[in-house]
Structures are given as C-alpha cells and as structure tokens.
Antibody, heavy 116, light 106 residues
Framework: QVQLVESGGGLVKPGGSLRLSCAASGFVFSDYSMAWARQAPGKGLEWVSYITGPSSDIDYTDSAKGRFTISRDNAKNSLYLQLNSLRAEDTAVYYC?????????WGQGTLVTVSS | EIVLTQSPGTLSLSPGERATLSCRASQSVSSNYVAWYQQRPGQTPRLLIYLASRRATGIPDRFSGSGSGTDFTLTISRLEPEDFAVYYCQQLAKPPWTFGQGTQVE
C-alpha cells in the first residue's frame, strides 16, 4: 500500500532553516508528481509546492518563493523540502502528498515550529 | 490566483440528513480540476472527489460531487456519524493550487 513518511520537523528560530524529507513506498515514485501542503495550528489547508515526476516542472506558493526549495531523488523514492529564512507564520504541520488529480495520499505530517 | 469560497462555514445537521456543501471559484476552473477532502478531528485529510465528480478509491457512494466552471458542490446523501468533519475543496487547474477555507459539518 502507498506510504508516505515525513521527517525533519522541529523547533527552529526565526531566520533558521530545516530540511524536510518524505520517504515514499508502495508505488512507482518516479511516475507521480509530488507536493507539500501545510496546515497551521487550528487553520485550514495550504498548498506549498509541487514537483513533477522527472523534476521538469516545479512551482511554489507565493510566500514560499525564494525561501523554500522542493526536490526529489527518484532512485531513493524520496521527496524533500528545504526551508530557509523561516518565519513565525511558517509554523505548521507539513504534509507530503502524492498529486494525482488531487492529493490522493497524505503522510502523517511533520510539525515545524518557528519561535524564538 | 483562483480564490475558492466555501459555504456555509458551518452546517448543523443530524445523522441520516442530506448535506450540500458549496465551493465557488473566483474564476472558471478549467477541466473541472476540483477536488474535495474530508478531515476528521486529529486526522490527516482524505481525498473524497477529484475532477469535480469522480469518487476516489474506497469512498462510499453517499458522497457525490458535481459542478463546472465556477460553482461546485459536494453532496452527502445520508449523513453517517463518521461524516461529521471539516470538508475542503481545492482547485488544481492553475498554480497556486488553492484550497477553500473549509465547511464544518456538525
């Protein structure tokens, strides 16, 4: 079965960096676009970034442009999100998702807390 | 950016009743690239509907989606106890892939 397992979250000071990872299994990883979504505490869902299977197309929400970088390693069945210049408003649970006409599989999420 | 507005914000119903949730887009969503998700308290979101009207794998047939252009609807024909949750619509036609603010069914 499809499994997505995120790691790398934690507490970081404003201006700091984190690298999130997502280990995928149960499907042919390179065949699918992948994405990151986030949910701030008590708030709704927000798409952050996506990347196509061959990494040929990448996009970000406006608040992430210039600060976050999405990447993938198809040989390792892994998705990444480098978070730089973090702000308090980036505090959220970050979900790794498979993008297939919708986000059809979600990881359990990893919490990123940005606080001094 | 395509803004999605969901209504109502909260829907108060009883088990067995019909729920009708609306999602209105600020501009036409091409190819009906609209998805609906359910999020129960403390759980991750679950895809219910994609391409506006297609049920995702394993989703009961009491859930149905309809609509085109700028107006989309999720209908739950007869509410079961496990259906009381927050529902989000999303458009994937044009980045940023925006979500609506959610409708809570209580």
């Amino acid at each position: 079965q499809v499994q997505l397992v995120e790691s790398g979250g934690g507490l970081v000071k404003p201006g700091g960096s984190l690298r999130l990872s997502c280990a995928a299994s149960g499907f042919v990883f390179s065949d699918y676009s992948m994405a990151w979504a986030r949910q701030a505490p008590g708030k709704g869902l927000e798409w952050v970034s996506y990347i196509t299977g061959p990494s040929s197309d990448i996009d970000y929400t406006d608040s992430a442009k210039g600060r976050f970088t999405i990447s993938r390693d198809n040989a390792k069945n892994s998705l990444y999100l480098q978070l730089n210049s973090l702000r308090a408003e980036d505090t959220a649970v970050y979900y790794c998702v498979r993008a297939n006409y919708g986000f059809d599989h979600w990881g359990q999420g990893t919490l990123v807390t940005v606080s001094s | 950016e395509i803004v999605l507005t969901q209504s109502p914000g909260t829907l108060s119903l009883s088990p067995g009743e019909r729920a009708t949730l609306s999602c209105r887009a600020s501009q036409s969503v091409s190819s009906n690239y609209v998805a609906w998700y359910q999020q129960r308290p403390g759980q991750t979101p679950r895809l219910l509907i994609y391409l506006a009207s297609r049920r995702a794998t394993g989703i009961p047939d009491r859930f149905s989606g309809s609509g085109s252009g700028t107006d989309f609807t999720l209908t739950i024909s007869r509410l079961e106890p496990e259906d009381f949750a927050v529902y989000y619509c999303q458009q994937l036609a044009k980045p940023p892939w925006t979500f609506g603010q959610g409708t809570q069914v209580e």
